[in-house]
């Protein structure tokens, strides 16, 4: 193990061989270096309102919902004043509507097509009548924008001028009437200064505005409705809000070169998905590939290479989708729609889409069955963090044809146990013929609150190794990344060979993945970031306890009068139970682990929960 363990960074700021940080060269490289890659034909961001159904953009609200009514028979003045929406049922409705469109589904009927252009051609007026009392848009989950910045929200004032009159005063944009006659003041600056944890976001909207509200007045009523309108609107947005800073910082960081030069010289990490798709030609000869999250586009030049008949590499991050680009135009792979192709087969099939994999099918026109391949290399330490499958599982329900290879296809999340050398413990104890133990004793208390992230060597595993987790991710769900398990940990066969106690220090947990022989037939593979196997840039991930275990063998006679744990009545198991879950902070993970240790003799002991957070 490193001397110091580190506590767990952004990958960013990972270190190089030579103990320089990798975050602060990439800065200088990309502000002398980036001027020189520029996105071949992307087109810049189109403004105005987006169609709920098309790809048409408007400039007002009321131009796109006569659009709507016209073109795809969709009334949505008629629809809310028939069901009698309000406010938020509106923001609900435009949610779901997008969603379905999304999913290439009819709105009102729930039909699936293989395409928009046949979807927009089915769309027919709704039965409204039938709607009544059982709308599918009813989730609070629909408050949440399906479409990132989406203007519509933001500018829908279908009930503003019939309020305005109601109120028997002008009531201008920002401006809240107090029910007296009197303005409380624009209601602008507040809302844009709402940011952070959205938890509170009630308390801080009403100290944003000032309401005197008078009772029983009509204005004071009125007032209210739309004071409740807008803090409806506002958590949801706020929500999106949040979502999109936590993203673009994401995509930001693997902007760097660094980053993307520590993964391709992984070559556990590279060579198992160059294996995965190069060795499989009854899967990837002809087949349509979907890469989520290309980065350099490495996975998209193996899947060219394996002979695929069309690549579409995706990512979030406008440089790496620029630099993609120049890498698959270069080793001539890049698709270009005016180059003429022969008997069918050419080899410029990558083309490179700058979007965030669930707005897809906003860019491009999804193959009419979808793909025939999806992969990724979304893992990040502890599997989980950094949550980018939720946007893998989202390409394979919209984008993956049924049936189709998502690759890889299984990821496990193991565990064991460590001694005393996975701990900084020994380096302190003696630096230079010094005594720094009183060091050591306080980074260990730290690393008992932060998970660390660095390479156990396997000497140092003491226990067991055991399976806590496996996801299938041909047939996930989002949710089925939350869960709770356990390790059953006894000492390892030679740590059980030695007489005496042996001490547990706490929990490491790495992942497999596997390029299983359901979808790789010809050659399945497995990577594995095991701290019995070659070493690779995720590491492991360290979880110390706030106080060693004493460990032994079954046959040892435990001290019934001691506590269980310690020399005197060591366990002859421990039992981890442990609780991923994704944080209220996007792409983060909050990891509890409670430990219990079992003697000889059956007796137990508990220790308090630790929580994590990575």
Same mark, same amino acid.
């Given at each position: 193990?490193?001397?110091?363990?580190?506590? +767990?960074?952004?990958?960013?700021?990972?270190?190089? /061989? $030579?103990? &320089?940080?990798?975050?602060?060269?990439?800065? *200088?490289? @990309? =502000?002398?270096?980036?001027?020189?890659?520029?996105?071949?034909?992307?087109?810049?961001?189109?403004?105005?309102?987006?169609?709920?159904?098309?790809?048409?953009?408007?400039?007002?609200?009321?131009?796109?919902?006569?659009?709507?009514?016209?073109?795809?028979?969709?009334?949505?003045?008629?629809?809310?004043?028939?069901?009698?929406?309000d406010f938020y049922g509106c923001i609900k409705l435009?949610?779901?509507?997008?969603?379905?469109?999304?999913?290439?589904?009819?709105?009102?009927?729930?039909?699936?097509?293989?395409?928009?252009?046949?979807?927009?051609?089915?769309?027919?007026?709704?039965?409204?009548?039938?709607?009544?009392?059982k709308v599918p848009w009813a989730e609070d989950s629909?408050?949440?924008?399906?479409?990132?910045?989406?203007? +519509?929200?933001?500018?829908?004032?279908?009930?503003? /001028? $019939?309020? &305005?009159?109601?109120?028997?005063?002008?009531? *201008?944009? @920002? =401006?809240?009437?107090?029910?007296?006659?009197?303005?409380?003041?624009?209601?602008?600056?507040?809302?844009?200064?709402?940011?952070?944890?959205?938890?509170?976001?009630?308390?801080?909207?009403?100290?944003?505005?000032?309401?005197?509200?008078?009772?029983?007045?009509?204005?004071?009523?009125?007032?209210?409705?739309?004071?409740?309108?807008?803090?409806?609107?506002?958590?949801?947005?706020?929500?999106?809000?949040?979502?999109?800073?936590?993203?673009?910082?994401?995509?930001?960081?693997?902007?760097?070169?660094?980053?993307?030069?520590?993964?391709?010289?992984?070559?556990?990490?590279?060579?198992?998905?160059?294996?995965?798709?190069?060795?499989?030609?009854?899967?990837?000869?002809?087949?349509?590939?979907?890469?989520?999250?290309?980065?350099?586009?490495?996975?998209?030049?193996?899947?060219?290479?394996?002979?695929?008949?069309?690549?579409?590499?995706?990512?979030?991050?406008?440089?790496?989708?620029?630099?993609?680009?120049?890498?698959?135009?270069?080793?001539?792979?890049?698709?270009?729609?005016?180059?003429?192709?022969?008997?069918?087969?050419?080899?410029?099939?990558?083309?490179?889409?700058?979007?965030?994999?669930?707005?897809?099918?906003?860019?491009?026109?999804?193959?009419?069955?979808?793909?025939?391949?999806?992969?990724?290399?979304?893992?990040?330490?502890?599997?989980?963090?950094?949550?980018?499958?939720?946007?893998?599982?989202?390409?394979?329900?919209?984008?993956?044809?049924?049936?189709?290879?998502?690759?890889?296809?299984?990821?496990?999340?193991?565990?064991?146990?460590?001694?005393?050398?996975?701990?900084?413990?020994?380096?302190?104890?003696?630096?230079?013929?010094?005594?720094?133990?009183?060091?050591?004793?306080?980074?260990?208390?730290?690393?008992?609150?932060?998970?660390?992230?660095?390479?156990?060597?396997?000497?140092?595993?003491?226990?067991?190794?055991?399976?806590?987790?496996?996801?299938?991710?041909?047939?996930?769900?989002?949710?089925?990344?939350?869960?709770?398990?356990?390790?059953?940990?006894?000492?390892?066969?030679?740590?059980?060979?030695?007489?005496?106690?042996?001490?547990?220090?706490?929990?490491?947990?790495?992942?497999?993945?596997?390029?299983?022989?359901?979808?790789?037939?010809?050659?399945?593979?497995?990577?594995?970031?095991?701290?019995?196997?070659?070493?690779?840039?995720?590491?492991?991930?360290?979880?110390?306890?706030?106080?060693?275990?004493?460990?032994?063998?079954?046959?040892?006679?435990?001290?019934?009068?001691?506590?269980?744990?310690?020399?005197?009545?060591?366990?002859?198991?421990?039992?981890?139970?442990?609780?991923?879950?994704?944080?209220?902070?996007?792409?983060?993970?909050?990891?509890?682990?409670?430990?219990?240790?079992?003697?000889?003799?059956?007796?137990?002991?508990?220790?308090?929960?630790?929580?994590?957070?990575?």
């Open positions: 193990m490193a001397t110091e363990a580190r506590e +767990l960074p952004p990958k960013q700021e990972l270190l190089r /061989d $030579d103990g &320089e940080c990798y975050e602060e060269d990439e800065e *200088e490289e @990309g =502000e002398e270096g980036w001027d020189d890659w520029e996105s071949d034909g992307e087109d810049a961001a189109a403004g105005g309102l987006l169609c709920l159904f098309c790809s048409s953009r408007f400039d007002s609200e009321s131009s796109l919902f006569s659009h709507c009514g016209s073109e795809h028979r969709f009334d949505f003045q008629k629809v809310v004043r028939e069901l009698g929406l435009i949610n779901f509507v997008r969603s379905k469109v999304a999913a290439n589904k009819c709105w009102s009927c729930g039909q699936a097509f293989p395409g928009n252009n046949e979807l927009c051609s089915h769309l027919h007026v709704p039965e409204v009548s039938q709607l009544e009392g629909y408050l949440r924008p399906f479409m990132e910045d989406d203007s +519509l929200l933001h500018s829908l004032s279908i009930f503003d /001028d $019939d309020e &305005e009159e109601d109120c028997g005063m002008p009531v *201008e944009r @920002g =401006e809240c009437s107090a029910g007296n006659g009197k303005l409380a003041g624009p209601q602008g600056n507040g809302l844009n200064t709402i940011n952070g944890d959205c938890s509170d976001i009630g308390a801080r909207f009403q100290k944003a505005v000032t309401i005197e509200s008078t009772g029983g007045d009509k204005n004071g009523s009125l007032l209210e409705e739309q004071t409740d309108r807008q803090l409806k609107i506002t958590r949801a947005s706020v929500t999106a809000k949040e979502i999109k800073s936590v993203d673009d910082n994401y995509f930001g960081s693997y902007s760097s070169f660094g980053i993307h030069r520590e993964m391709l010289g992984d070559k556990v990490r590279t060579d198992a998905y160059r294996d995965a798709l190069l060795g499989n030609p009854s899967l990837m000869n002809g087949a349509t590939v979907l890469d989520v999250g290309c980065g350099t586009g490495i996975l998209s030049l193996f899947a060219a290479k394996a002979g695929a008949s069309k690549v579409v590499a995706v990512d979030g991050s406008a440089k790496m989708s620029s630099v993609a680009t120049q890498v698959a135009k270069i080793n001539g792979l890049l698709y270009d729609e005016n180059t003429e192709v022969e008997q069918n087969r050419s080899p410029h099939v990558i083309s490179v889409v700058h979007t965030k994999a669930e707005e897809l099918n906003h860019k491009i026109q999804i193959p009419p069955n979808g793909f025939d391949v999806l992969v990724s290399e979304w893992m990040g330490y502890c599997l989980l963090y950094e949550s980018m499958l939720s946007s893998v599982i989202y390409a394979r329900d919209h984008f993956l044809k049924p049936g189709g290879a998502i690759l890889p296809d299984t990821a496990t999340i193991l565990g064991a146990g460590f001694g005393r050398g996975g701990t900084s413990l020994p380096f302190w104890e003696n630096v230079y013929g010094f005594d720094m133990s009183c060091i050591g004793k306080e980074v260990t208390g730290s690393s008992a609150r932060f998970p660390l992230v660095d390479i156990l060597p396997s000497q140092d595993i003491v226990t067991d190794t055991a399976v806590l987790h496996s996801f299938d991710l041909a047939s996930m769900n989002e949710s089925d990344m939350d869960f709770t398990s356990s390790l059953e940990l006894g000492l390892s066969g030679s740590d059980a060979a030695v007489p005496g106690v042996t001490w547990c220090y706490g929990i490491v947990l790495w992942f497999d993945t596997g390029f299983t022989d359901r979808f790789c037939k010809d050659k399945p593979v497995v990577l594995s970031t095991s701290p019995f196997s070659t070493p690779t840039h995720w590491s492991q991930t360290i979880f110390t306890f706030e106080e060693p275990i004493a460990m032994t063998h079954e046959e040892s006679v435990a001290d019934s009068s001691a506590s269980v744990g310690t020399a005197e009545c060591p366990a002859v198991t421990v039992r981890s139970r442990i609780s991923i879950v994704r944080a209220s902070e996007h792409r983060s993970i909050d990891i509890s682990i409670e430990t219990t240790g079992i003697s000889s003799d059956g007796r137990k002991r508990s220790w308090p929960a630790q929580i994590f957070n990575l």
